[in-house]
């Protein structure tokens, strides 16, 4: 794939990578489902994302079985095992090449062949693909701490309207606060819940530091991979954690903030709406759990490394 | 297209019709959106639905006017006229030779070419496409009436969230509501709102008819066209009609319901959680209102002429 990967209808070029999908690996321009298909029509869809990094997959046992959960909820079928969709992941990977990379695996409603209404007439689509290692945070920001902004407009759809332990793309909350975020200046944004507490960003969860304990939502975000290392983390370094409400007092008068996601990691957060954290540096504690973070990406015990060929 | 329209690479069968997207028509199974389209991904998008019903759009300006209106407060770009919109679908249209369609128009975020999280680097995607109509409700449902649950188990994504007159594929507590409706025995369910009022179900509005007068909601749902319609006639038959909250009481008091839609028109409801409205049958304003509202499809005031080939 030494030549741009364009899409042979829209002319358009796309990021490197593979994609699995209808029992056959494809580059990512010739990944496409169908414009009927629910996935797209009622974001009748549930995924998972994982990371390759230095060519080895993080936490991927635990990205699969909440693949898993989700798929039940939803009453979505993937017919692979688990050990055949690990090892559709770890092929579309190899083929790619990547080392680092970021690997989504995902199933839709799919389409009915009559565009029926009727979800149970559609026949469930499994799609899965590794592109580039993508990040929240660019380097700069890694080291320097990001901009962001919370935003007080619209607020995170609420577990009474969908679960969000299934991970779903409802993100026109998400979307929405992004762009008013951009309008203000900031990188990127985090928005709170209908009962006026923090919630989460655009795919990622926030922690506070406050008198060396950790706080972190917990009702109404989706309880991150990423999260729940840090949170192993801390019990492995005697650091409280306070999951729970997070009102926004605590986050404006807290000590260091970080974010966390499966793109990106542990990332600091040195200004919010635009006012330093404290001395505006990312803080002791974060740096902390941001070393042992990636510690444990050669750690046997929560990597599994790709055989790339040649 | 008397052959089966089946798919290149997944090998499953297509409805018949004709989508354009990328400067081209196309037939339905191959009209396709990558799997990295933030479209799919974050479900960043909106749509609007017209129908074709005996060779003739209804109403297809408000559809235009609507779709604006949502693309504009998405930040989302078609950069083809009004006319030329209004010149594709009804090319779909033609060349898909169906007197009786269901049309769609939607646009997408797109894709990033570096797979970049800021929606600014996307690049948006029109596609349009006509598919055979198709309703909420069979023959026998709208003769005989249709079997609606209240589900009161998930509660519509609130406007807080997302603006629901933006119109949006942010369905699953719809699905959720269906699966959980099939399970009781309902044909289709409504949902309630954040506060407990009567909201809407799967792509239709609802009317309670009390006492010669129309009550339907107001917030937290979408503006229909077909409501609209429904207004309109209402307005020029002399039936009083109140928008706003509407109780679980109310609907179950209601001496007739019926809900609207693109897909279906006005659709009469029957039973609500197994209980008969009345006398469980279609009630008298519900059957005037549904004459005109079909009446008005042969108006040269609503409709626009398909001119087929041959």
Request: a negative charge.
């Amino acid at each position: 794939m030494t030549q741009p990967d364009v899409g042979r209808i829209d002319g358009l070029t796309y990021p490197r990578g593979v994609a699995y999908m209808a029992g056959q690996f494809l580059p990512m321009s010739e990944a496409r489902i169908s414009v009927l298909d629910w996935g797209l029509l009622h974001s009748d869809v549930t995924y998972d994302t994982v990371h390759v990094w230095d060519g080895k997959f993080f936490r991927l046992d635990l990205h699969i079985e909440r693949f898993r959960r989700s798929l039940a909820k939803l009453r979505l079928v993937v017919t692979h095992s688990d050990d055949a969709l690990r090892d559709i992941l770890v092929e579309c990977v190899r083929r790619s090449g990547l080392r680092h990379a970021y690997v989504e695996m995902l199933c839709t409603r799919g389409v009915s062949p009559t565009f029926s209404r009727d979800p149970r007439d559609a026949i469930n689509q499994f799609v899965a693909f590794a592109v580039p290692y993508g990040s929240v945070a660019n380097a700069q920001q890694l080291r320097e701490g990001l901009h962001l902004h919370l935003i007080d407009t619209v607020r995170r759809i609420p577990p009474e309207s969908v679960d969000p332990q299934i991970k779903n793309y409802h993100w026109l909350d998400l979307v929405t606060a992004q762009f008013q975020g951009f309008d203000a200046g900031a990188e990127t944004v985090v928005i709170k819940d209908i009962d006026g507490n923090v919630a989460e960003g655009p795919g990622f969860n926030i922690f506070a530091v406050k008198a060396g304990a950790l706080h972190t939502p917990e009702r109404g975000v989706l309880h991150g991979i990423t999260r729940r290392t840090v949170i192993d983390i801390a019990g492995r370094q005697g650091i409280a954690v306070h999951t729970g409400a997070l009102g926004e007092d605590t986050l404006r008068d807290a000590d260091e903030i970080f974010i966390t996601s499966t793109a990106g990691g542990v990332m600091p957060v040195t200004r919010l709406n635009g006012e330093p954290v404290r001395d505006g540096a990312p803080g002791a504690i974060t740096r902390s759990i941001y070393r042992t973070y990636w510690e444990w990406h050669d750690d046997p015990a929560y990597t599994l490394t790709v055989e790339y060929a040649g």
